[in-house]
């Protein structure tokens, strides 16, 4: 049984929300439906991790990681969300000297569990006393069991989460699987269940991510909303400052990483990251970052945003937080 409930044994309110959106006699929860694994999610090969969990390795970052110092389980983790904004995060926090962060996704909660903490703490770079070790997978958010394995790990560690209209993360997501897989069915026909009828099929991980209320039910049975904070991906884009300075304070950390941090790349469309203390050229995310979304139906847009409405109201809710999606909808 799970260390605490926010909901007792009930089936969680996105639970039933979603039973609702579903055909009829069709019942998809929190605990039920295996998640696709999208094997396009993460750039980390086997190789790259058991390279980086070897003894003796410097923990597969590209960050200048000291000889010395020792390697520690994280104290906090990027765990979600895909296609959210958390590699420009990741990048971002590293440029703080107190951080510590593993460059490849370990993914170590959902498919290397099985491995071990010692390997996990292999995988990790070395810190000094007062650093903060992290990683990144943004598949634990949607995840059934990670927040139990990551609460039996240390109860106390900080998670983060960057979120993003759930209806423009779907497209992207898309547009990243279409990029490796040219021949897949149109974003409109795999949205649907039935089209006619405008069932939209929650079960095609595409749009199940951005159930965000749904996964969240699972982690707040074992994590208290103060050890949660969430990241608005728009905001990341057009104040990625403001919102590193959120990141900065949640991780008890002083906010070093600042406005000077950044620059706003006019072909890219966001925000790259530069070190003011030295004259080596800005890093920019990777070209598989900012690809152009193909055109997709209005209707089925109109579609896919009836439908998450009610989900992205309940997100707000149960966070404190107001993401204004449907207002940038709005004004479109």
């Not at 990144?136 to 069991?145: I, R």
Request: charged share 25%; hydrophobic share 35%.
């Amino acid at each position: 049984a799970p260390p605490r409930a926010s909901n007792g044994s009930r089936e969680g309110a996105a639970g039933t929300w979603l039973r609702t959106q579903l055909a009829p006699g069709e019942v998809i929860t929190a605990q039920s439906g295996a998640f696709e694994r999208d094997p396009q999610e993460s750039s980390t090969t086997d190789e790259e991790l058991s390279r980086a969990g070897s003894p003796g390795s410097r923990g597969g970052s590209t960050s200048t990681t000291p000889g010395y110092g020792e390697k520690r389980l994280p104290q906090a983790l990027i765990i979600g969300v895909k296609k959210g904004g958390t590699r420009a995060l990741l990048e971002a926090i590293r440029a703080h000297p107190d951080v510590r962060a593993v460059g490849t996704e370990p993914h170590f909660f959902d498919r290397n569990y099985e491995k071990g903490l010692e390997w996990y703490r292999n995988v990790m770079p070395k810190t000094l006393d007062g650093q903060i070790t992290m990683e990144k997978t943004p598949s634990y958010f949607v995840t059934n069991e990670a927040p139990r394995r990551i609460h039996s790990m240390a109860k106390d560690t900080k998670l983060i989460v960057v979120v993003r209209n759930p209806v423009t993360r779907a497209i992207s997501d898309y547009t990243q699987t279409l990029s490796k897989k040219p021949e897949i069915p149109t974003f409109e026909v795999l949205a649907f269940k039935n089209r006619t009828l405008g069932l939209i099929d929650a079960s095609w991980s595409a749009i199940r991510i951005g159930i965000y209320a749904l996964h969240l039910e699972n982690w707040l049975q074992y994590f208290p909303l103060s050890q949660i904070l969430f990241v608005s991906g728009e905001r990341l884009i057009t104040d990625p400052a403001g919102e590193m300075a959120k990141v900065q304070d949640f991780l008890g950390l002083k906010r070093i990483v600042t406005e000077k941090h950044f620059y706003f790349n006019k072909t890219k469309g966001f925000p790259c990251l530069k070190k003011p203390e030295d004259s080596s050229a800005p890093r920019c995310l990777g070209k598989s970052k900012g690809r152009t979304h193909p055109k997709i139906d209005p209707d089925v847009i109109h579609r896919l945003r009836k439908f998450y409405k009610p989900f992205n109201v309940m997100f707000y809710q149960m966070t404190g937080q107001d993401f204004q999606w449907e207002q940038e909808e709005s004004d479109k």
